[in-house]
T-cell receptor
């Protein structure tokens, strides 16, 4: 069964304290792995797509990496405005395009 | 470039009623996917429409149905509403046909069933 597990469920950081979020996946073939940011009561905002092991993508203070079994979202020197829930999703190979999401990691950054 | 829009923003319905939610896809996109997100959970795939045809369906009962129109906008219909249908309903658009797999989400419709 295709499955995505994110850890930790919640993470509290001080401003400037770097850390990483984990996304482990079990999928029958991987068409792509996606990271989204979601603010309370709003739709997910697209961040990154990763397609193959070893691939890395960066955007401002965020960097996403991918291995054959997991992905990491590294946050360098976070700011309070980085506080949000970060969602990881996979698209299985051979799927009709549906995304399978994890439950997310809720990040709080204190000033 | 216009992003994904959804209407209404919020909706309150009574158990047993029917509801229609609407979505306009991002300019240039021909594929629309619908997701249900319960509080504290990740979005769950309901179904996807590609060029007006249902292209895939998740584990949702037949009382969840949809349409896609020639301009690629879409509707989600839910009949015989149940209390557990209370959730944030998200629409996502993409450029299908194997061109790109990235899905861009709208702001969602918050449905409350009482």
């Amino acid at each position: 069964e295709d499955q995505v597990t994110q850890s930790p469920e919640a993470l509290r950081l001080q401003e400037g304290e770097s850390s990483s979020l984990n996304c482990s996946y079990t999928v029958s073939g991987l068409r792509g792995l996606f990271w989204y940011r979601q603010d309370p009561g709003k739709g997910p905002e697209f961040l990154f797509t990763l397609y193959s092991a070893g691939e890395e993508k960066e955007k401002e203070r965020l960097k996403a990496t991918l291995t054959k079994k997991e992905s990491f979202l590294h946050i360098t020197a976070p700011k309070p405005e980085d506080s949000a829930t970060y969602l990881c999703a996979v698209q299985p190979g051979g799927s009709q395009g549906n995304l399978i999401f994890g439950k997310g990691t809720k990040l709080s950054v204190k000033p | 470039e216009t992003g994904v829009t959804q209407s209404p923003t919020h909706l309150i319905k009574t158990r047993g009623q029917q509801v229609t939610l609407r979505c306009s896809s991002q300019s240039g996109h021909n594929t629309v996917s619908w997701y249900q997100q319960a509080l504290g959970q990740g979005p769950q795939f309901i179904f996807q429409y590609y060029r007006e045809e249902e292209n895939g369906r998740g584990n949702f009962p037949p009382r969840f149905s949809g349409l896609q129109f020639p301009n690629y906008s879409s509707e989600l219909n839910v009949n015989a509403l149940e209390l557990d249908d209370s959730a944030l309903y998200l629409c996502a658009s993409s450029l299908g046909g194997g061109v790109s797999y990235e899905q861009y989400f709208g702001p969602g419709t918050r449905l409350t069933v009482t």
